[in-house]
């Protein structure tokens, strides 16, 4: 038993380390749907240190909701213009070429977009060398565009919202 859970910890440990490693790279709703289905496949294995380390491997897969939790993200910015975020703490701020926020954002535009691209939590976006606004490797455009009523949003979406910041942010885009 003291094995069991020496293995599971263990496991557990290390398939964080391994998982966060793909933190910038692969979104959290992504990481975590893999992690879980390679936990199904080794928890179907007759060894128990196998089905022990499917479960340590389960346990870091359902972290990954806390990197969720904690809102969308921008991991790369290659574009060579200002961009506008709305910043979950600050509210609307310039974020300069080739800078990353370290803070979560609830959406982005830069001018001339004529609306706002809303970012949902959990989903990773990153901003290309012709100022194109695309995902991240993973499930991030399906949740985000399908599930969350994400992406990008016209002035009409901006003027329902009870969050005047949207407003704010979407006045930059022209």
Known sequence: MKK???TITSSSIVSYAGIKTLENKIDPYTRMSLGL???VGLSLSENQTTRNIGLGLGIASLLQLLDIKKGGKITRNDSNIQFY??????GVT????GQTPSNSIDGLTFKGLNGVFKVSDGVYVELG???SINYS????????????????KSKQWVDQQADLR????????I
Request: proline share 2%; charged share 25%.
């Open 4 to 6: 069991n859970r020496l």
């Open 37 to 39: 289905l390679a936990t």
């Open 85 to 90: 975020i709305l910043d979950e703490n600050q």
């Open 94 to 97: 310039i974020l300069e070429p």
């Open 129 to 131: 060398t012709d100022n």
């Open 137 to 152: 490797f993973g499930f991030g455009k399906l949740i985000n565009q399908n599930l969350r009523s994400g992406g990008y």
């Open 166 to 173: 949207w407003k704010e942010l979407h006045s930059k885009s």
